[in-house]
C-alpha cells in the first residue's frame, strides 16, 4: 500500500535499553522527518532529512540517532531510553515542495 | 528563536456554532503557514497559505494569512461533532530544508 508507515504502534520500554522505531515511505519523497507530541508541547523536530545519508538535527535531537542508507526508510533510535522521552512519535515525509504527510504515530511509553 | 503561538489552547462550543482559531508566529524566514487537523491518530492537511489576504476555503473551513500582522486565523462555519479535533498551525521556513515549527495546538469540542 502507498503511504507512510511507522512501527511498532505501541511500545513499552525499560529506562536504560535501547529502542528503535521505523518509519518507511513509499512515494520516493526527498524529505522525512520525526517530531515527537507532548502535552503542552504541541509537535517538536527531533531530526530530519534531505536526502539518502544526509541528516540534520532539529530542536530536540538529544538522547536519538537516525540513519537514512534508503530513501525510504527513516529509523529513529532511543539509545538509552529515559523517561523523558515518553511521548507520541510521528515520522513524516515530503516532496521538496508540498506538505508533510504523517505517520499514524508510535505511542512510546519508557517505564 | 521561531515561535508559533495558537490561541485559544481549548475550545468547547455547541453544534452549529461559527468558531475561529488564531495563530500568531514570530520566525524568520517565512515560507508559507499550514493548518492541520489532528483527531486520535496522524495530523491530516488542511490548508496551506503563502500570500496575504487571500482566503482558501474548504466547504465549511476557511483560511486567510495576513503577513504583515503575522497571523492567521481558520473559520470553521455550522460546526459538527465530528469537527472535534486538535487543530494545528504550523509555519514553514526557507531553510532548505522543509522544516515546520507548530504551534501547541487548539483543542476544539463540539457539543450536540
Known amino acids: 500500500d502507498a503511504g507512510i508507515t511507522q512501527s511498532p504502534r505501541y511500545k513499552i520500554t525499560e529506562t536504560g535499553r535501547q529502542v528503535t522505531l521505523m518509519c518507511h515511505q513509499t512515494?520516493?519523497?526527498?524529505?522525512m522527518f520525526w517530531y515527537r507530541q507532548d502535552l503542552g508541547h504541541g509537535l517538536r523536530l527531533i531530526y530530519y532529512?534531505?536526502?539518502?545519508?544526509?541528516?540534520d538535527k532539529g530542536e530536540v535531537p538529544d538522547g536519538y540517532v537516525v540513519s537514512r542508507s534508503k530513501t525510504e526508510n527513516f529509523p529513529l533510535t532511543l539509545e538509552s531510553a529515559t523517561r523523558s522521552q515518553t511521548s507520541v512519535y510521528f515520522c513524516?515525509?515530503?516532496?521538496?515542495?508540498?506538505?508533510?504527510?504523517f505517520g499514524s504515530g508510535t505511542r512510546l511509553t519508557v517505564v | 528563536e521561531d515561535k508559533v503561538v495558537q490561541s485559544p489552547l481549548s475550545l468547547v462550543v455547541h453544534e452549529g456554532d461559527t468558531v475561529t482559531l488564531n495563530c500568531s508566529y514570530e520566525?524568520?524566514?517565512?515560507?508559507?503557514l499550514l493548518w492541520y487537523k489532528q483527531e486520535k491518530k496522524a495530523p491530516t492537511f488542511l490548508f496551506m497559505l503563502t500570500s496575504s489576504g487571500i482566503e482558501k476555503k474548504s466547504g465549511r473551513l476557511s483560511s486567510i494569512l495576513d503577513k504583515k500582522e503575522l497571523f492567521s486565523i481558520l473559520n470553521i462555519t455550522a460546526t459538527q461533532t465530528g469537527d472535534s479535533a486538535v487543530y494545528l498551525c504550523?509555519?514553514?521556513?526557507?531553510?532548505?530544508?522543509?522544516?515546520?515549527?507548530f504551534g501547541q495546538g487548539t483543542r476544539l469540542t463540539i457539543n450536540p
Open positions: 532529512s534531505a536526502a539518502a545519508d544526509i541528516t
Open positions: 504550523a509555519v514553514e521556513l526557507i531553510q532548505g530544508a522543509q522544516k515546520l515549527v
Open positions: 513524516a515525509s515530503s516532496p521538496p515542495t508540498g506538505t508533510y504527510t
Open positions: 512515494w520516493s519523497h526527498s524529505y
Open positions: 520566525v524568520t524566514n517565512f515560507r508559507s
